[in-house]
């Protein structure tokens, strides 16, 4: 009999932002390795199949824990039945994470400059990466900027917050452009790839998007990653290609 590719843990917390998003800690393998930025696949076990999905790892690769952030899909077979999640339910984890929005994608030694450009629970992966000392030591500055729709769905400020206080202290200078697409109050309200083409971002960061200085990774939905993707190349800068080049993506979907 095949050895099952996946271990059943425990659901340790779990954290409602909003009526659709929440985060959710899992118990962690002895033996389960991944590098930041990477995605696991979880899954539900259910009398016809089970059913597994991707996603990212908010955790540290040293954490004792896994955590994930997820989004409420109206009717969705999954996310509508993960949504009712408590301590002590069980999930199932495959065995080995997945993905290439790691860092050891862009050719060493690196730009001075890291942008981390999300979307909603497109955070999740950047926050992984936050949590590696070496991350501060490798760049200059790290701008993380993270777009949602209204001021109650920016989830984790204040972990962010310590985050570059703790990782940040002998390291890299960290911005935070938290943006708000539907508060024209707010300081940042347009889209990623508006702020790109007007150079919005770029004044807000007091930071230069350059071909010769700047790794940038997208991760959120389809369609702010390819819109983001083309005002980025209209600027000049190019796709990650084999260790060379600027952009690194993923669709969050």
């Not at 590098?35 to 539900?44: D, E, N, P, V």
Request: net charge neutral; hydrophobic share 45%; glycine share 6%.
């Amino acid at each position: 009999m095949a050895e099952p590719k996946y271990t059943r843990e425990t659901v340790l917390s779990v954290r409602r932002w909003t009526p659709k998003l929440f985060s959710f800690t899992l118990t962690r393998p002895p033996g389960y390795r991944f590098t930041a930025g990477q995605f696991a696949r979880i899954g539900l076990d259910t009398p016809a199949a089970d059913v597994f999905r991707a996603y990212s790892i908010v955790s540290s690769p040293f954490a004792d824990t896994l955590e994930f952030f997820s989004i409420v899909v109206p009717d969705g077979a999954f996310t509508s039945r993960l949504q009712h999640l408590q301590p002590g339910d069980t999930l199932l984890l495959e065995k080995i994470p997945y993905g290439f929005l790691t860092l050891a994608r862009f050719q060493q030694p690196a730009p001075r400059d890291l942008w981390l450009l999300a979307t909603g629970t497109g955070l999740a992966p950047f926050l992984s990466i936050l949590q590696d000392f070496d991350v501060w030591k490798q760049y200059r500055r790290i701008v993380l900027a993270y777009s949602v729709r209204t001021a109650d769905e920016l989830a984790y400020k204040p972990e962010i917050t310590d985050i570059a206080a703790t990782f940040g202290e002998n390291g890299a200078e960290f911005r935070f452009l938290p943006i708000i697409t539907r508060d024209p109050e707010a300081a940042l309200h347009q889209r990623f790839p508006a702020l790109v083409a007007d150079g919005g971002l770029e004044q807000a960061a007091a930071l230069s998007l350059r071909p010769d200085r700047s790794h940038i990774m997208l991760c959120g939905n389809p369609a702010m990653v390819e819109d983001t993707r083309q005002a980025l190349m209209a600027r000049g800068l190019t796709m990650n290609r084999k260790g060379v080049g600027n952009i690194a993506v993923e669709n969050y979907w």
